[in-house]
């Protein structure tokens, strides 16, 4: 009993190592841009914060929001479909691994070679709009322009629904076969085990993994900057342009807007947390 | 509605995977209120037997029929039944008590009636002050009961238990397995219990059928699977014995110098060498004898009964006897072996069988404890 | 009784409908792979077909010899697999010891750590680039011109990746008792860290180093606003003018990704994939 603190003091000194990095690089950094954007000329000031509320750059948000939320729901229906058809019936292995390895691919995949690909395919000269274009004479390019908010919804979906996939796996493994089984014995139907059973359990990591979708769209830049550039008004984009310089600088607004998207990411993380935290409890 | 224990008939079932038959031909019939025991080890069929019966399986052939209707092809929610699985059966967001009212909600039962029932069944498990939890806070003990509870509160006409033992220790197994015979035996239920442990067939089992291969190779009451063997198999699967070499004569077998008659007429090689005789333990009897052929070599107390090891002629044999009897017999002492049967069951040899079978003996009808 | 007379009438016909519904289950599920499969194909059919040939010209690699010519895509891929190794080596080095250290000396504190090792993934790249800016700019103001100041934001951005990677194999490990065991057996720490932890450990090494490898060749946002070259900033300056050349990149840095990500899976190590960073 010599004090607490003296048999504490090595596993501080083990962690202190990450802890100053992550504090050197992220928490200060993270830490001087919030500082920033509540000083105007350094004296405190909503000035900066307050501006976000601009009709322009409030579009900025609204139209992060709407992809954002867009890809996540339907990524989230999809990628759940998926999910559910690859953990249940039967199915050759091979398929099971190729769908499942594409699918980690996907869901990782870097955001500019993303871009090409779709601009390869789907863009003016890309292969699938000509081949359609010999086929039928239909313009496919004119009727989804990639450059615009419908391409980037499309190409978003393209590592939502696979990540989706990946996140819901386990939680269909965790459906035991007991449940509908024991379900049905008690006198439910097939929609009832739906209803009362197999919902209730899964919408906590349905929920979340939304949720994880819906950040990792807003925070995504390489993408939609080598798809759209400036013709799609969302935030990640616009704080390019200010670090980048090639808008009018004023350091404090740039910092106010990284603000603004982290306060939205955070929301939608910490809201994750607490939604899976509920189903902790149920676990055998 | 009143609670009818349902007669349960399985008729000439058949199922195969795969081209693999894990049912052949199977008949079984259960009596209204009686528990019977499916015993075999894993891979004989008693749990598609069981699924079979549940709705959960087709059969590729034969018959289903509860309470004298043909539920053959019924959905399993339309068949009367209540099933207890091996674990993790019971739904994880929901409380001890909603999981039993659930069967009743989708009955459609008012709240209040649901509340007072699933309190009165967990009341009957003896987990009233533990309705409010959720499965993730209970023991394995604890959720099985549950399940019963839940299983039971439907008022069921055929009770399913399957295995639903077997994932618990052993001392929570031995206590519950006599909680879910005085429950069955309180409600009355047409009850059937698959298991691979034979002390629980014979402890709790009315009747017990000892399954191999996907048929039934014996049924009975655990004293006549115990005591009356129809095979070898079965002498050995429900129970230890020791396997003494015989000589078949006219009018029986010569075993350890005593004439003894055939209790398996049926399934007895006919050679008339090359045999053994299948005695349980405490069926051999033992005194000293300076002359006799057995040497002592050790002695296993099991409580009231202990268990005298002995080397008989290059093989042990184990014989059991009352605890204070077993110290007449030290270890290096020579003694003479008995039979105290007037029959035996006979199969050929095996070469090399160890004599004592592995689990102690615990049976209720011999009146023995561990 | 009226139970009987409920079940009566679908007894006939329930096999044929329970055999159909299976089936249809199982042409859903076929017919939803096969979308998949497809859709994820598509793109990357048409990147190859598009990136390595002209019209009328069947295969060539020409538009990529054309685009390449006069430029350092040399250099540009050279930067990017140093900072891959860097960023690699540099989070094994800073996070191997600390959790070896904290398992053995300080659970306790592993909670921490954990929760630590996940805030990156509340804060985008673009986000990071912002905040590296305005602080470095005003405190080290030098250290950003260097390309090797990439290095610790890249290995920031793939930490949550890497820590949980490494923290599920040595929790599979039962380190303590290995520790012990060594330990009675004389050896010194070192010992027991080079010659019992480290062998254990490989898979969890090879599949945190992959993860971070994979996404690091991806990362766009930090070095373009940063100004440095890597080769996916390169991949966009090509790509604006020469689109048939940056779809051919694109592909081969799709394969690539898809190979170190099928090393991974092949290691039994790839559970941990949860969220790109690199977009």
């Avoid at chain 2, 052939?61 to 068949?79: E, F, K, L, N, Y």
Wanted: aromatic share 6%; charged share 15%.
């Amino acid at each position: 009993m010599i004090s607490p603190t003296r048999r504490r003091l090595p596993g501080w000194v083990g962690a202190a190592p990450l802890l100053i990095f992550l504090t050197v690089f992220l928490l200060l950094p993270i830490g001087a841009n919030i500082v920033t954007s509540f000083r105007v000329k350094g004296e405190f000031s909503l000035a900066s914060m307050a501006k976000l509320l601009e009709p322009q750059y409030l579009d900025a948000f609204i139209q992060t929001f709407n992809l954002s939320l867009l890809t996540a729901v339907i990524g989230g229906a999809v990628g759940l479909l998926l999910a559910w058809a690859l953990a249940t019936g039967k199915k050759p292995a091979w398929l099971q691994n190729l769908v499942m390895s594409f699918s980690a691919v996907a869901s990782q995949m870097g955001g500019v070679a993303l871009a090409f690909a779709f601009i390869a395919t789907l863009g003016v000269q890309g292969l699938v709009t000509q081949l359609v274009l010999q086929l039928t004479g239909w313009d496919l390019s004119q009727s989804i322009q990639l450059a615009s908010f419908s391409g980037l919804v499309l190409v978003y979906l393209y590592f939502q629904i696979p990540l989706m996939a990946i996140l819901m796996l386990p939680a269909f493994g965790s459906l035991k076969k007991q449940w509908p089984e024991a379900a049905y014995s008690l006198g439910a139907s097939r929609l009832r085990y739906l209803v009362d059973i197999a919902l209730p359990i899964m919408w906590p990591p349905i929920a979340g993994s939304l949720l994880l979708l819906f950040a990792n769209a807003f925070g995504a830049y390489a993408t939609a900057y080598a798809l759209a550039g400036g013709r799609v008004n969302l935030v990640p984009i616009l704080i390019g342009f200010f670090i980048s310089g090639d808008v009018m600088s004023d350091e404090s607004f740039a910092a106010a807007l990284v603000t603004g998207m982290i306060i939205v990411v955070v929301a939608a993380m910490g809201l994750r947390v607490l939604v899976e935290r509920k189903s902790r409890a149920w676990h055998y | 509605m009143t609670r009818d224990s349902a007669e349960v008939v399985l008729s000439s079932i058949s199922k195969s995977y795969a081209g693999k038959k894990v049912l052949d031909n199977l008949d079984l019939s259960m009596k209204p209120g009686e528990l019977l025991a499916l015993l075999g080890p894993s891979g004989c069929g008693k749990t598609t037997t069981l699924r079979v019966l549940a709705g959960m399986e087709t059969p590729d052939a034969g018959s289903v029929h509860i309470g004298g209707a043909d539920m053959t092809h019924a959905p399993v929610r339309g068949r009367g039944i209540g099933i207890v699985f091996q674990s993790y059966s019971l739904f994880p967001h929901m409380s001890a008590a909603q999981n039993v009212a659930y069967g009743l909600r989708l009955a459609g039962a008012s709240k209040s009636r649901r509340g007072a029932r699933a309190a009165e069944l967990l009341e009957m498990v003896g987990l009233a002050e533990h309705a409010q939890k959720h499965p993730g806070q209970l023991s394995g003990g604890q959720q099985q009961r549950v399940a019963l509870a839940r299983a039971l509160a439907i008022e069921p006409r055929v009770l399913l238990l399957d295995e639903p033992l077997s994932a618990l220790d052993a001392q929570v197994r031995v206590h519950l397995r006599e909680e879910i015979k005085r429950i069955q035996l309180q409600s009355g239920t047409t009850t059937l219990l698959v298991t691979h442990d034979q002390e629980e067939a014979l402890t709790i089992g009315d009747r017990v059928g000892v399954m191999l291969g996907g048929q039934i190779e014996q049924l009975g009451t655990p004293e006549q699977l115990y005591c009356t063997p129809r095979t070898a198999f079965i002498s050995e699967f429900v129970g230890a014995v020791n396997r003494i070499s015989a000589t078949a004569t006219t009018g029986g077998v010569q075993v350890l110098g005593k004439l003894l008659k055939i209790s398996n007429p049926q399934t007895a090689p006919a050679s008339a060498t090359g045999l053994e005789a299948l005695v349980r333990p405490e069926d051999l009897v033992l005194r000293a004898d300076a002359a006799g052929a057995g040497i002592v070599e050790s002695a296993v107390l099991r409580g009231a009964h202990s268990s005298i090891m002995l080397d008989y002629q290059g093989r042990t044999l184990r014989v059991d006897l009352p605890t204070h009897e077993a110290a007449a017999f030290a270890p290096a002492c020579r003694v003479s072996v008995s039979v105290r049967t007037g029959a035996v069951l006979i199969d050929s040899a095996k070469t090399a069988a160890p004599a004592a079978a592995p689990a102690p003996l615990h049976h209720p009808a011999l009146g023995r404890i561990a | 009784m009226a139970l009987l007379e409920r079940t009566a009438a679908p007894a006939v016909q329930a096999p044929a409908k329970a055999a159909e519904r299976a089936s249809a289950g199982d042409i859903l599920r076929t017919v939803i792979i096969a979308a998949a499969l497809l859709m994820f194909f598509l793109p990357l059919v048409a990147t190859a077909i598009f990136g390595f040939s002209l019209p009328g010209q069947g295969f060539t690699l020409d538009p990529l010899r054309e685009a390449l010519a006069g430029t350092t895509i040399g250099a540009q891929l050279l930067n990017t697999l140093n900072l891959a190794m860097l960023s690699t080596a540099g989070s094994l080095v800073l996070l191997v010891p600390t959790l070896l250290f904290l398992h053995l000396k300080a659970p306790g504190l592993l909670r921490f750590t954990e929760w630590l090792s996940v805030v990156p993934y509340v804060v985008p790249g673009i986000a990071l680039v912002a905040g590296a800016n305005l602080f470095f700019r005003a405190v080290a103001p030098g250290f950003m011109v260097s390309l090797y100041s990439l290095v610790p934001f890249y290995m920031v951005l793939t930490l949550p990746l890497v820590y949980r990677s490494l923290d599920a194999g040595i929790r599979a490990l039962d380190l303590r008792t290995l520790w012990a065991a060594s330990e009675s057996l004389g050896a010194k720490p070192w010992q027991s860290i080079v010659h019992v932890v480290l062998p254990n450990l490989r898979g969890a090494l090879l599949g945190a180093s992959l993860l971070s490898c994979a996404m690091v060749l991806g990362e766009y946002a930090i070095a373009a606003l940063l100004l440095h070259s890597t080769f996916p900033v390169f991949m966009v300056q090509v790509g604006m003018n020469e689109p048939r050349a940056a779809a051919a990149l694109s592909f081969l840095t799709i394969l690539a990704t898809w190979l170190l990500l099928a090393v991974l899976a092949r290691s039994g190590s790839g559970k941990t994939t949860a969220k790109g960073g690199s977009r």
